[in-house]
């Protein structure tokens, strides 16, 4: 996979019960900042960035480009949701030539326990599904990230393997929308 190949972006915004998944806006730009400087969201991916270096360097319409969606409750970004191609020099893949698509989120510590990165999540990869059939879909986590490790469960994930990277245990599954026979 490469990008989104083929598949039209943005594509119309995605409603599920609670949430809006759509193309990021210039008004998202102060969420943005709050999500990579936060401590708590850093926690499992590398830490925070520095609030005044995010300040000079996220644009003025964070997050536009194909494959990722702003997640909305009630007007407000409240995270983010990807799919990007895994790089092919990392460890973990399920096909050969790699460039698998990888899911990848983050969601505000004020919108964590609230099941909204189950809803989203869900409603995207429903999305994937459609317009890249038959395409599977990666997630690495680490194995200390308790939260990320019971949502890749419940999002139908199957471990694939585990690894070390960046200095810890990292879990790595696969997702696909075709239902195995037998």
């Known amino acids: ?14 409603r599920t019960e609670r ?14 900042i709050e999500l990579f400087a936060s401590p708590e969201v850093g926690t499992y991916i590398g830490g925070p960035r520095p609030r005044d270096e995010l300040e000079r360097a996220v ?17 407000a970004m409240i995270g983010m949701i990807t799919f990007d191609p895994r790089d092919a020099q990392r460890p973990g893949h399920v096909r050969p030539d790699a ?6 989120y983050m969601f505000l510590p004020e919108a964590w326990g609230c ?3 189950a809803e989203a999540c869900a409603a995207a990869l429903d999305w994937f599904a459609d317009v890249l059939p038959s395409e599977p879909v990666v997630l690495a986590t680490q194995t ?8 890749a469960a419940k999002l139908g994930f199957t471990e694939v393997e ?3 990277e960046y200095g810890a245990e ?13």
């Not at 996979?1 to 995605?14: D, E, K, N, R, S």
């Not at 949430?19 to 943005?32: G, I, M, N, P």
């Open 1 to 14: 996979m490469t990008g989104l190949g083929p598949v039209a972006w943005p594509p119309a915004p995605i």
């Open 19 to 32: 949430l809006v998944l759509r193309e990021s806006e210039a008004r998202d730009r102060a969420a943005f």
């Open 59 to 75: 644009p003025e319409v964070p997050g536009r480009r194909p494959g990722l969606f702003v997640i909305e409750l009630d007007g």
């Open 99 to 104: 460039g698998e698509a990888e899911l990848g």
């Open 115 to 117: 099941g909204y990165a």
């Open 144 to 151: 200390a990230n308790d939260r990320a490790m019971r949502l």
């Open 162 to 164: 585990r690894f070390k």
């Open 170 to 182: 990292q879990w790595f599954g696969v997702w696909s929308s075709v239902t195995p026979s037998g």
